[in-house]
């Protein structure tokens, strides 16, 4: 995640920067897949969900376990996500006990529509942190990407009723070709909301995201967007509005982030910046960020489901995070052993070489050059060009195939 609010203002209010992280392993960020299933059949859904019971799951007295054993490490976060996490019976009975546990952050990663009455009390209740809640446009747009009639309203309730009730809450949107017009909108419904962070995700291709790739918006289209959250953020900061601005997905952000610092301000501020943007370190798969999906696999990030480091029903995930598993071994090397684009770049000690599965996904080498990179050879520090691009092909075959039959 790139925290565009807190590096805006670095630019005016500088903090000392924190020690570097090491190469090795650090306590990381758990995203806790609890269930694939949910009420909503999302265009860019990296699990794949549906309103369905999905065999092997979890047992109430294995999350349990999983819980002891992450509140074990004092790790620095805890978010409970889904499929729709609070589609699962015992979601409550896990929050609970998560949160006697004391984890440092506990966060809630929802679409938001069930989040009312005796549920939206409930929520309140155990006291997380955060919640964030999915939308993806405004009104019908929202609805027709996340597959049901209905959806935003039921979802804009759900942001009202973790407002009312005191409770920090984030808008997260997913751009692509066919919503990227209706992101000033969503900055506006948050202002409008009191929302305390908006999130733009960039699409990932896992999952539907995987099959829909071609929805993925154009390099000019990104930067736009990136013009507009960065327009808004300096507002925000120079005139101490609460609304913070995050992205997610593509940490080539950072440097396109860099690069207006460097037009805007002086040499040394802005080298501030980048010393906080180097420590920080871009990408952080398999370092700083961990996933568990429902049936208990253990994987380097949430969109990276094809490679598997363990289960947790059989060995505890502190033993699997801090084992040997050569993936996560490279993964944690500074520098990544990245090819093309991204090993010849100059930024690649902030980006940390971006998001792995694209490359993976289009490629066939977790090592490639990201495709997502929308930043140009000479805005990248390379004089000439590295060779051709890796392209994105978009998706052509039809929506309703039987490998994704859910949709």
Not at 78 to 106: M, T, Y
Not at 181 to 206: N, P, R, T
Not at 350 to 372: F, H, K, S
Request: hydrophobic share 35%; net charge neutral.
């Amino acid at each position: 995640m790139f925290r565009l609010t807190q590096y805006m203002q670095e630019l005016v209010t500088p903090t000392p920067v924190k020690t570097r992280r090491g190469s090795g392993p650090v306590k990381p960020v758990v995203i806790w897949n609890l269930t694939r299933r949910c009420n909503l059949r999302c265009r860019h859904c990296y699990t794949v969900s549906a309103d369905v019971n999905f065999p092997g799951e979890l047992n109430p007295f294995q999350a349990l376990s999983v819980l002891d054993d992450l509140s074990s490490l004092n790790i620095p976060a805890l978010i409970l996500s889904g499929g729709e996490p609070l589609s699962r019976p015992d979601f409550f009975g896990i929050a609970e006990r998560a949160r006697s546990l004391n984890f440092k952050h506990l966060a809630l990663s929802t679409n938001g529509t069930k989040i009312v009455g005796d549920t939206a009390a409930r929520v309140a209740d155990i006291g997380f942190d955060y919640v964030g809640i999915s939308l993806d446009g405004i009104g019908a747009m929202n609805d027709w990407f996340r597959g049901k009639e209905g959806a935003f309203d039921q979802a804009l309730e759900g942001v009202r009723e973790c407002k009312k009730r005191g409770i920090k809450v984030g808008l997260r949107f997913t751009i692509t070709e066919d919503n990227a017009h209706m992101l000033d909108d969503m900055i506006d419904l948050c202002d409008s909301e009191g929302v305390d962070k908006f999130y733009l995700s960039h699409l990932v291709y896992a999952g539907r995201g995987d099959k829909n790739r071609g929805d993925d918006t154009e390099r000019l289209r990104t930067k736009r967007a990136m013009d507009t959250l960065i327009d808004r953020a300096w507002v925000a900061v120079a005139e101490d509005q609460p609304l913070e601005i995050v992205t997610g997905n593509n940490d080539a952000d950072a440097v396109y982030f860099l690069q207006w610092a460097r037009r805007h301000f002086g040499e040394a501020r802005v080298a501030h910046v980048e010393d906080h943007l180097r420590a920080w370190g871009g990408n952080s798969s398999g370092l700083g960020v961990a996933n568990i999906a429902p049936l208990g696999t253990v994987h380097p990030d949430t969109y990276w489901s094809d490679y598997t480091i363990g289960n947790v029903k059989t060995t505890p995930f502190s033993e699997l995070w801090y084992g040997e598993d050569p993936m996560l071994a490279t993964l944690r090397q500074r520098p990544r052993p990245l090819k093309g684009r991204c090993g010849a770049c100059a930024f690649k000690d902030v980006c940390g070489g971006n998001t792995r599965i694209r490359a993976l996904q289009v490629t066939g080498d977790p090592w490639a050059e990201d495709p997502a990179c929308y930043l140009s050879d000479a805005e990248i520090g390379l004089s000439q060009s590295s060779g051709p691009r890796v392209e994105v092909t978009p998706f052509r075959g039809k929506t309703h195939d039987p490998e994704h039959r859910f949709f």
